[in-house]
């Protein structure tokens, strides 16, 4: 037990390493870069205190040079997830009953290393992995990731000094006891951080995860257990899997220790696992905690009193910065007629200086989407918009797989406000912009409103504070995180905790106490000093 009321480390956000020409660090990053693409790596699954191989490999290859083999990693079946969760269940309870400041060093110390002597190792894993140009790289796999192992035990201490008052003569307290079996943490591709927050977060508050990621974001998870490892994360406490979805699912959710899941990726997954757990709710040992955010469909609307070049460079940024993979990306715009071809023509200029190409070439803003599935489904999207009357390709259009998967950024201006890709979410590097007359900003955003079943972010331009208010508050349930004359996409842990509403998820706010608050279930406790010896009240006596 704790001899002493202990305060942890002020959580401070992490500088952001510039990595311009001249810099050690962008000298460090490329020498980095040169060796990991030099090698072949083996990848196993880390199970209890085991590097569990088997006999079916699959590579790893860069999104934006498919043809060359990073490493192979060792795919699992239904047994490894059981054993998994066999592990996980096996190392609870002394994991649980390690007094919170330990686990608090643990995941300092993960902090400091990510930070430290292991940041051009994640973030080479992430450009290369996931093709993250250098910057993306580094405000997400080693920036955001140590942001939220600090703020995250400095969440957990408060969670902890919350307590109730106590009358005379008694005491009252809460405990934060973790939640009574096994957590599952279901990671995207898209942000390194977001793999490593979701199993650490509920690891954090004493609980044990099995997790298994992306298969297209192996790569740097295996640099990231590396880490928890280094730190001093407990074998059996995080358990890093690979394998198919249904697989996973047909174990996790039969299992009557299932205690929760800790989810980011698509709606239509989120929707499904929610379904199962509730097929399954008689089967488990306590309700599940379900937390997870899913897909965007997310907006700027440009008001007639805003700022051309401001708009403009808001949708360069936040339609195709990591080519439009960001849960947070703007993907449709509305713009009035009377500055549209200004903010058009702007944004042409801005996508005819950006360069395409792999990650390892730092001058490149734009590198490939994920991987071939992807590729189709986006290039399908652009086709059908070139076919269609209600739509035009006002810049970009140009795609190619022949070496990586490169779609160029692509703006699409739709004729009709419904057109499919104001509506659908395409999760790449495609915006689409209705043009709307200036006297019909209410009707516009009443189209913005009901426009899509998501409501993750949002952002608004104007000039005019009038106008700000009444965007404000007309546009309430629109995103969980919003925007005020600023890009959508950025948030930064302790400053936008993030996450949002109707389709697009539970809005638990990755990166705040809220979230932590999801991974505990609290105890209240009354001990009375002095115990009544009397069963009657005074009111009971006679006068």
């Known amino acids: 037990m704790p001899k002493g009321i202990y305060n942890v480390p002020v959580a401070t956000n992490e500088p952001i390493f510039s990595y311009a020409p001249g810099t050690p660090e962008r000298a460090e990053l490329q020498a980095t870069l040169k060796q990991m693409r030099s090698e072949v790596i083996d990848v196993p699954m880390y199970i209890g205190n085991e590097e ?8 790893m290859t860069p999104p934006h040079d498919h043809k060359h083999v990073l490493g192979h990693y060792h795919q699992g079946g239904k047994e490894h997830v059981q054993m998994a969760i066999d592990a996980a269940l096996a190392a609870k309870p002394a994991w649980e009953n390690l007094a919170w400041e330990h686990r608090a060093s643990i995941f300092l110390k993960a902090a400091e290393l990510i930070s430290g002597p292991y940041r051009m190792k994640l973030n ?47 005491w009252n307290r809460v405990e934060q006891r973790p939640l009574e079996g096994f957590i599952f943490a279901l990671t995207p591709f898209n942000f390194t951080a977001i793999a490593g ?14 997790w298994k990621p992306s298969k297209t974001a192996v790569y740097s998870a295996q640099v990231l257990m590396e880490v928890f490892k280094k730190a001093g994360v407990p074998d059996g406490v995080i358990n890093l899997v690979y394998v198919s979805g249904p697989a996973a699912a047909d174990v996790i959710f039969n299992s009557p220790d299932f205690a929760g899941i800790h989810f980011t990726g698509s709606t239509g997954v989120f ?3 929610w379904k ?24 700027i609307f440009m008001h007639p009193t805003a700022d051309v070049n401001e708009v403009a460079t808001a949708i360069t940024r936040g339609a195709f910065e990591y080519q439009g993979q960001k849960c947070s990306a703007a993907s449709r715009a509305y713009i009035p007629a009377s500055k549209w071809d200004a903010v058009l023509k702007l944004v042409q200029e801005d996508l005819a200086k950006i360069k395409t190409g792999g990650t390892e070439d730092f001058t490149n803003f734009h590198n490939a989407v994920i991987d071939e599935t992807t590729f189709d489904k986006l290039a399908s999207a652009i086709d ?48 689409t912009i209705f043009v709307y007359e200036d006297d019909k900003v209410d009707e516009t955003l009443d189209i913005l409103d009901q426009t899509s079943i998501y409501a993750l972010t949002g952002a608004i331009f104007a000039d005019c504070r009038y106008a700000i208010e009444k965007l404000v508050k007309r546009l309430t349930h629109t995103a969980g995180n919003f925007y005020i004359n600023d890009k959508p996409t950025g948030a930064v842990v302790g400053q936008q905790p993030f996450g949002g509403g109707r389709g697009s998820g539970t809005n638990d706010k ?19 000093f002095v115990p009544p010896v009397d069963y009657m009240y005074p009111n009971f006596k006679e006068d």
């Open 52 to 59: 569990v191989r088997t006999d079916n490999l699959f590579a």
């Open 271 to 273: 929707q499904d696992i």
């Open 197 to 210: 927050n979701l199993p650490t977060a509920p690891a954090m508050m004493g609980n044990t995860v099995v």
């Open 510 to 528: 990755a990166g705040s106490m809220i979230n932590l608050l999801r991974w505990v279930s609290p105890r209240t406790i009354k001990e009375s």
């Open 276 to 299: 199962t757990i509730g097929n399954n709710i008689h089967k488990y040992k306590s309700y599940p905690r379900i937390v997870g955010e899913t897909g965007g469909k997310d907006y």
């Open 124 to 170: 080479a894993a992430t450009m290369l992995g996931q093709s993250k140009n250098a910057f993306q790289a580094e405000i997400d796999s080693a920036c955001e990731i140590a942001d939220f192992l600090r703020f995250n035990v400095q969440y957990m201490t408060e969670i902890y000094k919350q307590q109730p008052m106590s009358s005379k003569g008694v």
């Open 384 to 431: 059908d918009a070139k076919a269609s009357p209600d739509a035009e390709i006002v810049a970009g259009g140009e795609y190619d797989k022949s070496v990586g998967y490169f779609i160029k950024p692509t703006v699409i201006q739709a004729k009709k406000a419904d057109y499919i890709t104001m509506e659908e979410e395409l999760f790449g590097p495609i915006i």
